[in-house]
């Protein structure tokens, strides 16, 4: 009789926990929950229906359903655009990961504070405005620039060089803006490597060459996905560089969605164009995740 | 004994303002399986990768079978190491892992596949090949990290603490394992640990380090009964040790005088003179006790309390000055109750008359040292 009157009361205290661990759960999630809801999926459906509606005069949505938008897309003049941005988000990709692993490595070996100094040093075109860094490099690669200046005095070349408004100034902007997302995770990465595999490697007569190619690279490609990730996704919709470096001639899909929206004022398209991207973006995350890439490292 | 395989000539090791050996001279022997032993932070583990290529000496010369390889990569040295935390890759299975060696030393694929197969074998391990890293005990991958290492038939397998990680019975069980190996394939073993019954146990010879300095090397036998310093008295086993002055030296041996009152002890020392500052080291489980003073002793403590642990019986006695001494029986019924007065005394053979090292005189260390090596093949000798 004893026990049974016992057990109900860790019971109820129990239940009491519960319904604290509840309501604290409720206050802590709540906001976020709210928040995301407000602004991250309800536009995401409002855009996703909005991409299936045509286009009124004085683009004005006319709510009538249609697929014109998307048969739109892959008509050569728009499709020429997405080609063109992922050429341009591909190239600029291979060449942060490229010049950025060598720097992660080099940064990872380094003693902690020369390592944080280096870090804030390669933080600093996140910090800055996007657009003083833009109109910077136009300085630099003009006609009459920095660059062009320096080299004519110096004999090196007799006529400036065209580097502006080409694919050439808008992948060394793109690869000035994109170099952080790329360095951090591959630096975290290699940062996490455990050096006796190094040495493990080179104990059983391995060379530098050797041990690189078998050990540390296959050990740090999940640092490298996600670098590949976190700078081709945004690199396919960021606008800003090919609209001021490259002078109009090349467009990406985040200048031609930014056009829809404010200059041809067509916004079921553009909202079609933005859900293209999404689509693509969203399938390469899975990508990410199916070859064994952890969320949590993209930030 | 054979020739040595590996030896090390005034080797000096400094990490910035860090001397972290000092003058280290070490004849390896070939298919000995030598210890280096000491606590953390002695060099034990710098030496070993001053071996292995991993730390490059400050001076001083390595070789290994007569050749200099003190300037040479990790790669181009026939030396392979297990380490600390076996370091499998991660990225491979167990056979891959095991085969690395042999691939990058481009021996034939069949040829490859048959002594990882005899190799997996031998550490039982025998159809692991196809496991993943991830998927393997602790044991089995300290297992995998010795095969990976023997199979490339090195000169000198160099072992870092490589049981640390293990709980007891595994550890106990797999320092049986790695001296039947070694007897096995007839490869020379260096060993570092800081656990001393491990040392005792798994060694052929011991090397005691303490601060960067060689301070005994020989056989485990002559390690425990003979240390050759205070350190080693203190650090293999347990010792009361006492600081005393030398009163006198005749046949029956060396009169000294503590503290605490006199005693008589032994030492392999020849240089010892009357006035020298010495340590007298006794160990627990040889010291006797008696109600009247005996000859030549006149230390006399208060007993403070008796434990029983199991196999023995542990005794606290307060020497006159203060010192904790401590004194192990294997029957209770020798005990005598706390508050008593005893005279403590031994057969002189027990008491170590150790010279005291002086830390800062870097060259008195040389001197103690050298003394060891010529010892140390007559011990080889005895033994």
Redo the contacts between chains.
């Keep these: 009789m004893k026990k049974k009157d016992m057990q109900p009361k860790p019971k109820a205290r129990r239940d009491k926990k519960t319904a604290k661990a509840r309501l604290a759960s409720i206050v802590m999630n709540g906001p976020i929950t709210i928040w995301s809801i407000l602004f991250i999926i309800v536009p995401v459906i409002i855009l996703a229906v909005m991409s299936f509606m045509s286009k009124g005069p004085l683009g004005i949505v006319v709510y009538k359903p249609t697929l014109e938008n998307y048969r739109n897309i892959f008509s050569s003049m728009y499709f020429n655009v997405i080609k063109e941005s992922l050429i341009i988000a591909f190239w600029t990709t291979v060449l942060t990961i490229l010049i950025g692993y060598p720097f992660a490595a080099i940064m990872a070996k380094m003693k902690a504070k020369t390592s944080s100094l280096f870090m804030i040093l390669l933080m600093i075109p996140m910090w800055v405005s996007g657009l003083v860094i833009i109109y910077s490099f136009v300085i630099l690669f003009n006609q009459s620039g920095i660059l062009n200046t320096i080299l004519m005095k110096i004999g090196l070349i007799s006529k400036p060089l065209n580097m502006l408004y080409n694919h050439f100034s808008v992948t060394v902007g793109m690869l000035y803006m994109f170099m952080p997302f790329s360095v951090l995770p591959m630096y975290s990465s290699i940062e996490k490597l ?1 050096p ?2 190094i ?9 530098p060459v ?1 041990t690189f190619f ?2 540390q690279l ?2 740090t490609a999940p640092g490298i996905f996600a670098a590949v990730l976190l700078t081709f996704i945004p690199c396919i919709g960021y606008y800003m560089v090919t609209d001021m470096l490259g002078g109009g001639t090349n467009m990406m899909i985040g200048n031609l969605i930014y056009r829809q929206f404010t200059i041809s004022r067509n916004w079921p398209f553009g909202a079609a164009l933005a859900m293209v991207l999404a689509i693509v973006i969203l399938l390469m995350v899975w990508i990410y995740k199916k070859v064994g890439g952890n969320l949590d490292d993209l930030g | 004994m054979a020739k040595p395989i590996v030896s090390m000539i005034n080797v000096e090791k400094w990490y910035g303002r860090n001397h972290v050996i000092k003058n280290c001279n070490l004849n390896i022997m070939e298919g000995e399986f030598l210890t280096l032993l000491g606590p953390s932070g002695c060099g034990k583990t710098t030496t070993l990768r001053m071996i292995s290529g991993f730390e490059l000496p400050t001076s001083g010369i390595i070789r290994v079978e007569g050749e200099s390889v003190e300037k040479k990569e990790p790669y181009e040295r026939d030396v392979n190491t297990v380490f600390q935390n076996y370091a499998l890759f991660p990225n491979m299975n167990v056979f891959d892992n095991v085969a690395y060696g042999l691939k990058v030393k481009k021996v034939p694929k069949d040829e490859i596949a048959e002594r990882v197969d005899k190799m997996l074998k031998l550490v039982q391990l025998d159809g692991f090949g196809k496991r993943r890293i991830n998927q393997m005990s602790g044991g089995q991958k300290q297992r995998v990290a010795i095969a990976r290492a023997l199979i490339n038939r090195p000169k000198v397998l160099l072992l870092d603490e490589p049981l640390g990680a293990l709980d007891l019975k595994l550890r106990k069980q797999m320092q049986i394992e790695l001296k039947r190996l070694q007897r096995k394939l007839g490869i020379t073993f260096v060993y570092v640990t800081h656990d001393q019954e491990e040392a005792l146990t798994m060694s052929d010879r011991i090397a005691v380090i303490n601060e960067g300095v060689i301070d005994q090397i020989d056989v485990p036998q002559k390690i425990y009964n003979h240390p050759a310093t205070r350190f080693v008295a203190g650090f293999i086993g347990e010792s009361n040790i006492l600081d005393a002055v030398v009163l006198g030296k005749n046949d029956t041996g060396i009169q000294v005088g503590t503290e605490a009152g006199n005693a008589i002890g032994v030492s392999d020392d020849e240089t010892i003179e009357t006035g020298d500052a010495v340590s007298i080291a006794v160990r627990p489980e040889d010291t006797l006790f008696s109600k009247e003073r005996q000859p030549g002793f006149s230390i006399r403590g208060v007993v403070k309390d008796h434990v029983f642990v199991g196999n023995l019986v542990k005794m606290m006695v307060i020497l006159n000055d203060g010192t904790e001494f401590k004194i192990n029986r294997f029957n209770e019924d020798d005990m005598i109750e706390p508050g008593q007065v005893i005279y403590l005394y031994w057969e002189k053979e027990k008491g170590k008359v150790l010279k005291t090292r002086s830390l800062v005189n870097t060259d008195s260390h040389r001197d103690i040292k050298g003394g060891d090596e010529d010892e140390e093949e007559g011990y080889a000798a005895e033994a």
């Design positions: 455990d006796a595999l040495e493990a490697s080179k104990d059983l007569g391995a060379g050797r078998k050990v296959p050990l």
